[in-house]
Structure formats: C-alpha cells, structure tokens
C-alpha cells in the first residue's frame, strides 16, 4: 500500500509542477483535465503527508525517551508518542478507504423514479411523501431538483413520480435508495384502527451523457398532446407534452412539465439515456454476481430495503440492520444518518475484501 501511496505521492507533485507551468494554462481542456486529476488525489495526498508526519512524530518522541533522562521531558514524549501512534491507526484507516476503487458514477446527477406499489390510495400517499422526503434532504445539500413527470391519484398521492436531481456527489449518496420501501401505519381512511403495509418502489439512475448512450433516431417514435392535470383538466392547451417510445426496449417515457415542447422532448430524452444506461450497469453487475452481492443497496430493485413503521415511529433499514426511532425528522428529510450508515458499511465490505485479496 505504501509503494502505492509514494508514487501517487511523486505524481502529484509532477502534476503541480505541471499546472504551474504557463504554457499548459493556454490549453484549456488539458488544464481542466488536470486540475480535476488534481483535485480528486488532493484528499488522499493530504492524509498520506499527515501519516508520514505522525509516523516522524513516532521516531522523534521514541529518540527523546532513548536519550533523555529529564521526567518532564520523558513525560512529554510519551504524550507525543501515544497521541502519534493513535494518530497513525485513524490515518492508515482513512488511508484505505481513499484507494478504494471508487464509482465512475458517483458524481452524477441521478434521475429519481418512485412508483406507487402494493397498497392502492395508501401506497402512492407513501411515494408522495418519499418524494417530499428525498426533496427536502436533496434541498438540504443545495442540489437542483427538477420534475420530469408526475402521475397522481386525485387525493395527493402519486403513483408515478419522476425527477432530476443535480449537484455535486449526487449519485454517491443517494445510489443507496433504490428498491423496496415499505410502510405501515394505520391510514386516515381505516376506521378498525387496523396497520396497513404498502409499499413504493425507488429507483435512482445515474444521469446519463450522450456520449455515454447513443440512441438512434430510427428507434425512437414520439407522440405530442395536451397536457393535462387531475380530472382531465387542461393544464396547457397546446401540445407541448412528449411521449417517447423506444421501439427496441419497449421503454415509454412522458414528459409535461414545461409548457414548451422542446424543452420537455429534451427531458424526455435524458430520462431515457439514463435509463437505458441504467439497464447496461445492471447488465454488467449481473455479470460480476459476486461482486453485487457484496454491495450493499445497489443491487436488485426488488428487494425490501426499508420498513418506516409509524406506529412505532421507527425507521429500520434491514440490508444493515440499522433502526432509528425518529420517523418524523427523517420523513422530513433528515436521512443524512442512514445514508452515513449505509456509505460506511459498504467501504468497510469492500475494505474486508481489499484485506481477503
């Protein structure tokens, strides 16, 4: 690991040396290209040169209790020398995870897809206030939320809903929704006073470049109509909303919330780059078996990820055992804690792994 880290060490400072010199300044796509080269070892760079000074700190105060006879000084060193090493355990730790391989994706924008599952009036209420939940938190990092569909039921429940989140590391923390969320409660309606479970379906996506899936005009038919809103009411009365099919996958997709048609035939589109992309990656998880089982919540989407049980005003994540009793601040948006949980358990599954080879 330490060979590893001393060349990385070498490269970025060749690199510095590099993006110093004027003559690269002009260039200014092999100047980005290096800058971001730059900025992604930075962390790892920086917490390699902390650990060779706690290690220096180590000898140093090691040499002082050799040489030195003087108490306070002995004393001293030894407080040097446990709060070094203690140092060097933390840093190697961080050490590790920062060479883990990490996600092409992971600084994507994600495509959010939450559809109302078993449940009926009670289950889309359930996808609405995921919806909310994921909004509120996404609002909390500052990222851009846009809607792409919707699809309510009249009573403020959605069974499909549809949106783009963009901001940086989107991808890298909210990768861990997708699959099964289940509900149980009592609902409004329920006179017996009997627990219901629902359930919605989360999927989140990796958004999509054109270079990254290319789609042939000759695939693809789309349809222009009327949007409309609850009840069939008219909600623009022009053809602005888009329906794309993709002839190959059977994928449709509708777009109708912007009031031109350009801009949501381009919606419709990213949505549909970034699901056929989604399908690839599923394709190539599913041909390296081992390896998606071991990850933790970017498997399979029919798996039950979650049970929020309002009764108990509990929040239980099953793929990693975590129960937090505070359903109200995480239906809130307060999620920053699983979503903690969830990161570190899959880097200490793939720290087990690095170890294992």
Known sequence: ????????LIHYEELMQELNNPS???DQNRFRKLMKEQADLAPLVETYTEYKKAKQAVEDSLMILEEESDEEMRDLAKEELSDARKSIETLEQQLKILLLPTDPNDEKNILLEIRAGAGGDEAALFASELYRMYINYAESQRWKVELINVNENGIGGFKEVVAMITGKGAYSKMKYESGVHRVQRVP???SGGRIHTSTATVAVMPEA???????????IRIDVMRASGNGGQCVNTTDSAVRLTHMPSGIVIYSQTEKSQL??????????????YDIELEKRQSSEAEARRSQIGTGDRSEKIRTYNFPQGRVTDHRIKLTLYKIDNIMNGDIAELLDSLIAADQ????ARMNEN
């Open 209 to 219: 470049e054109e270079v990254d899936v290319v789609i042939d005009d000759k695939d």
């Open 263 to 276: 801009q949501n035939k381009e919606k419709a589109f990213r949505l549909l780059r970034s699901k056929l």
């Open 188 to 190: 409004e309606t329920e």
């Open 24 to 26: 690269v300044a002009e």
């Open 348 to 351: 200490a599954e793939k720290l």
């Open 1 to 8: 690991m330490f060979d590893k880290l001393d060349d990385i």
